[in-house]
């Protein structure tokens, strides 16, 4: 099993910036893609930032240049980075790992509980 907590959602000022984390633990395994979703109120979900095995990264078009999605392997842990917070940025937050766990050739998703990010004055 791998397990999967995320952390450093809150409450942040409009233009305001968070960082949050998504670290994993538990079986070895394999990256094949990292994926971060929101889920606004009224809202479908939405795909945030990806990020592959090969470090190839993707946002949506409302984040680009103002979101980052990086990894430390070291860690294992995902980041996303938030700058200049809007608003319609708030959400919750999940990530996602898309994986192939030591001796196993299938994929695998595992999927943290979510963090709240509000965006407000």
């Known amino acids: 099993q791998v397990q999967l907590v995320e952390s450093g959602g809150g409450l942040v000022q409009p233009g305001g910036s968070l960082r949050l984390s998504c670290a994993a633990s538990?079986?070895?395994?394999?990256?094949?893609?990292v994926v971060w979703y929101r889920r606004a109120p009224g809202k479908e979900r939405e795909l945030v930032a990806t990020?592959?095995?090969?470090?190839?990264?993707t946002y949506a078009d409302s984040v680009k240049d103002r979101f980052s999605i990086s990894r430390d392997n070291a860690k294992n842990t995902v980041y996303l980075q938030m700058n200049s917070l809007k608003p319609e940025d708030t959400a919750v937050y999940y990530c996602?790992?898309?994986?192939?766990?030591?001796?196993?050739?299938?994929?695998?998703?595992?999927w943290g509980r979510g963090t709240q990010v509000t965006v407000s004055s």
């Open positions: 996602n790992f898309n994986i192939r766990r030591r001796g196993e050739n299938i994929l695998r998703d595992y």
């Open positions: 538990g079986s070895i395994f394999t990256i094949n893609r």
């Open positions: 990020i592959t095995g090969s470090f190839t990264t």
